[in-house]
């Protein structure tokens, strides 16, 4: 007989890998570590000398392939040479990039109508170590100029365009201008747009995120985030020591599903846009609804900064519907092709009545400041016939 390990020996070893041909698609390596061939060469990957995988914290062939993907994207057709790291999710790339560009004594300025969890992020968790929270109209440039003219300590702009629920848009060229200006570090969350329809990078800003969770996995099937910056160096040195030690790191199963959907993300979003574009114009010729919010439409107060820094207007709107609070919730109840899910940027579209969900905390005259009324439904719009979704909508407003 063979000489050769004892069964529980053979049970406890890994699979021998055995290929013979390149995958067509990139594989989900569910693997914690990886081999090292030699001490010398272990040595020699810990030290940075050498190029190799470690520990899927740090990275994974799977998780570094998406990665690398989306940096591409985000820079596509300019000459930045951009960097991206996966996160855990977009709230984790949001507080690992703050966490590792703000200290104690420094002002974060940034907009009173970002995702909710940002607006928590900065007064739970920031506020708290000494980072002071200013809120404006990013909108108003010569205030904004202002602002960083009185105050040196004003160091991170941060914003998202389109801005929830909304839709208000901040110009970004005039934003990365004046944060080049006065060295500030300029931020754009652009979950909403995704790289197809703008590029904040190819307007000179520093960092992009995006809630990867929403446009660019678009199936509803994972949790992830991404940051894309310009400084590559600052990208895969502090940066990524900071999402190292705070464990913010994506998964290989999540980098997966993220990589599958980005493959139809453009075809995606042309028909996110044609179905949002349409609803919007149907809306607006429905009684009972007082105002809608979509920059694709010419009476949105936006429309010009967004045709000129978007390719198309997104699948992103909201309507006001006259009968207040009442209205709007019996609106989001009656809807039965629109699902009722607080998200955004799946394939089947969805509804949300921000006053009594995802904005419910806020209180009510705060709300109102940013034109978030009782009777705003938001609307995430699939990319369905669209006629079912007109359909829908039109039941539900009779
Ligand atoms: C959803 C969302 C986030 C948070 O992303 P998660 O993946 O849920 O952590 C951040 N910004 C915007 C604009 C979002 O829509």
Known sequence: MKKTIGFDSLCAKESQEIRTTK?????????SSFEFASLEEGIAIFKGEQKGDIYSRFGNP????????????????????????LFSSGMAAISTLLLSELHPGDTILTQGNIYGGTTMLLYQVLEPLGIRIETMDLRKLNQVEERLKQDNNIKLLYFETPANPTMECVPMAAIAQLAEQYQCISVADNTFSTPYLQQPLRAGIDYVIHSTTKYL?????????????????????????????????????????????????????????ENAQAVAEFLQTRPGIVQVNYPGLPSHPDYAVAKKQMRGFGGMLSFELAGGLAAGMQFVE???????????????????????????????????QYGITDGL?????????????????EQALA
Request: contains cysteine; proline residues 4%; hydrophobic residues 40%.
């Open 23 to 31: 995958p067509h698609q990139l594989p989900i390596y569910a693997t």
């Open 62 to 85: 799977t998780i570094d392939g998406v990665a690398e993907k989306i940096a591409q994207l985000a820079a596509h057709g300019t000459d930045v040479e951009a960097a991206a790291l």
């Open 217 to 273: 996995n678009g199936h509803g099937n994972s949790v992830a985030g991404v940051l894309i910056g310009r400084d590559k160096e600052r990208i895969q040195g502090p940066i990524f020591s900071k999402l190292k030690l705070l464990g913010t790191n994506c998964n290989a199963w999540d980098a997966w599903l993220t990589g599958n959907g980005l493959r139809t993300l453009g075809l995606r979003m042309q028909r996110h846009c």
């Open 334 to 368: 009656r809807s039965q092709f629109c699902k009722l899910a607080p998200t955004l940027g799946d394939v089947d579209t969805l509804i949300m009545h921000p006053a009594s969900m995802s904005h419910s905390k806020i209180k009510p005259e705060v709300r109102r």
């Open 377 to 393: 439904v938001r609307l995430s719009i699939g990319i369905e016939n669209v006629e079912d979704i007109l359909e829908d909508l």
